[in-house]
């Protein structure tokens, strides 16, 4: 079944109320990982048509009703970190721009990781704001935000070595939760 | 008979059996004895030699090697037996001369018996496995006589107080001790050892340890070390004197054990004489005593070393962190510069030159030079003293020992790029001033820097000398094809290429019409015969001589900066000149120009001008005037500019702040080469090989590196590996 052409941030909006979802829940980002949408706010006749057959819907029943399998594919580990990555690349509006600013970040950051690593994502997010080296945040930091939720035990930080090469901002993130825990 | 046919004798074995007189042997035998009895009894010139042997000869060749043999043992150990009781009377001192005597006389016994029965030596014994009769008698004599139970402690204890009693001073016979050794040693080394050497050495060690008890409760440091070594030589001559020469180690080990390795530690901490006080006071007899007595036991050396060591490091944190040595560069680095030499020459006088202390010492200079941040800029004007002044009248020789020296100095710092932006600050002033003492001493000391650091840290420096030769060719062609202006004032222009000289705001002030009008000439002619350049006034690094007339008719001949020569000039159509006129008429900037006028209106002896109100500090609201009174003894007088030579704290920040960013390129083309080679490589890798790449100009920060690390991945010139992301790749 043809549905509506949404080639407007307007026709999400739409879309999203038709599905009970808000716009700026995490379901729709999934979404877009999905259907591999390549501008924000946007999804292309060609991406929307694709995307759907892949998700093997042909209504927005069908569609809504995808959504927690979609949840579950999305969580699954060799997904993941494509999804993860896709989401930082999706905020890049601008034809050259490589890095993201640091609202933007936080927010990302809740939606994409708040609910699997929620201690520490809120002491990241406050840390950021606080903090005054970076004012973006490129892609080989945001993929490493990820790596260190994942192997670095919180909030003791025990198995973290500045030695090694994490990026400088997560070891000057650790350097100030040592400070705050002393 | 001669004519008879000649016939062989032959011959023949008794076809029957002989029979010896079975007293034969018996008979023998008797003579044989009595002949060893009268050996023993000293009667034995009355025997003849020929007929013993041959009796002894018979008796193996009739097969009564057994009974020659045993009665040999028998009647030896009788008489020993004996021996040992003569000698045991011997009272006190006279029984080692007994046992020597009597062990003079076996030995002579032993001789003439063994040559008796020498037959019997080479046949029946080696045959019958027996004893050699000359062994046969040592060992006789050692059961009999060393080892009897009332000969064997008495001799021991003997040999011990003699020892003793030349330890504590007396003096004994010698010869007497080296004889009975020696009897000890012909015994057989496990003799010696058992006998004498063991119970020796836990004596010794006994003593010396109660010695050095006793010298280290009464003596200091130097003293201590003195009868330690007054001990230990004492010892190596017993040995040569009387003893197996084998105990030498053995017996001197004890001495560096008991007097050296045990006391060790208190000796060099010792208060007042230990190592410390050794190396303050330059003792260089009692610091090469304790370097010898030392080598000798083990980690000796290095408790020296590391003592030296962390001392050093002490007096060098003192001295690079007190505020009071830090007002003078010049002294500061003198001082390091005399502490060098000390230790070079302790080094050299008391501990034989030694590598290791050499890198000890090293080490400890490279630690605390390092300490202070200033020491690069410190050491450059150290440097620019003696090239403005210290070098004046200094021979050729001279002059090289001192820059190797400072180049030692040089090798020390971490930052070496700090100092060549100090240097070449400093070079730049001295080259401009004119006021280097010998152009040869500059170029030796480039030359030097050159082979230290490589071509690139001194062609910049080598093109601010080149400046200044073409300057000078370019000022001849500028005057030789100007010639009308030979009458006016005197223009000197010094072209400096930008990127060799250090760089300076440019700053243009307006200059007196003369003056610019001239510059304009200079600049037409220049730029006409190089095209595509661009020169720009350096208005406040000039100078200027002007000839002063004042209101008394007091000549002179002022020597200004540029600065001052223009508001100088400006007193040609005025004579009273507010601070905000002069300001405005040129154009100087604020500060310098308050500076430029303190320098003229405040300092005693340079006043050319005189400033209402006559306070110490120039103020906007300030009027300037000449000072019609002004006076110098001297026709030519100097006005500097009030200015530190050393620099202010903001320009410190500044100059520190263009090291750091000097430095990122470098980081980063280091990174770029090293992983344009490698293609792959780890993080941990890459900060070694990026610090070892930089160590020659600074010492990088990790931190940096990564930071440049992750600004070059930023610039797609490297990516992190998917899978392993510790490494990281080159991106062609």
Redesign the interface.
Known sequence: MPLVCLSSPEGIEALCSDLGVDYTDVRILMLAWKLKAEKQGYFTQDEWQTGLKALGVDSLTKLKKALPELEKEVEEPSNYEDFYIYAFQYCLTEEKQ??VDIESICELLNLVLGVQFRPQVDSLVEYLKVQNDYKVI?A??WI?FL?FCKEISFPDLENYDA???W??IL?NFVEWMREKQS | MSNQKKRNFQIEAFKHRVVVDPKYAEKTWSVLEHAIHEIYNHNASGLSFEELYRNAYNMVLHKFGEKLYSGLVTTMTAHLKEISKSIEAAQGGLFLEELNRKWNDHNKALQMIRDILMYMDRTYIPNAHKTPVHELGLNLWRDNVIHSSKIQSRLLSMLLELVHKERTGEVIDRGLMRNIIKMLMDLGSSVYQEDFEKPFLEVSAEFYMGESQKFIECCDCGDYLKKAEIRLNEEIERVTHYLDVKSEVKITNVVEKEMIASHMMRLVHMENSGLVNMLLDDKYEDLGRMYNLFRRVPNGLSTIRDVMTSHLREIGKQLVTDAEKLKDPVEFVQRLLDEKDKYDNIISQAFCNDKTFQNALNSSFEYFINLNNRSPEFISLFVDDKLRKGLKGVSEEEVEIILDKVMMLFRYLQEKDVFEKYYKQHLAKRLLSGKTVSDDAERSLIVKLKTECGYQFTSKLEGMFTDMKTSQDTMQGFYSSHLELTDGPTLVVQVLTTGSWPTQPSITCNLPAEMSALCEKFRSYYLGTHTGRRLSWQTNMGTADIKATFGKGQKHELNVSTYQMCVLMLFNNADRLSYKEIEQATGIPASDLKRCLQSMACVKGKNVLRKEPMSKDIGEEDALLVNDKFTSKFYKVKIGTVVAQKETEPEKLETRQRVEEDRKPQIEAAIVRIMKSRRVLDHNNIIAEVTKQLQSRFLANPTEIKKRIESLIERDFLERDNNDRKLYRYLA
């Open positions: 490589k890095s490129n080989d930091q490493n790596r030695t090694q090469a990026p400088l070891d």
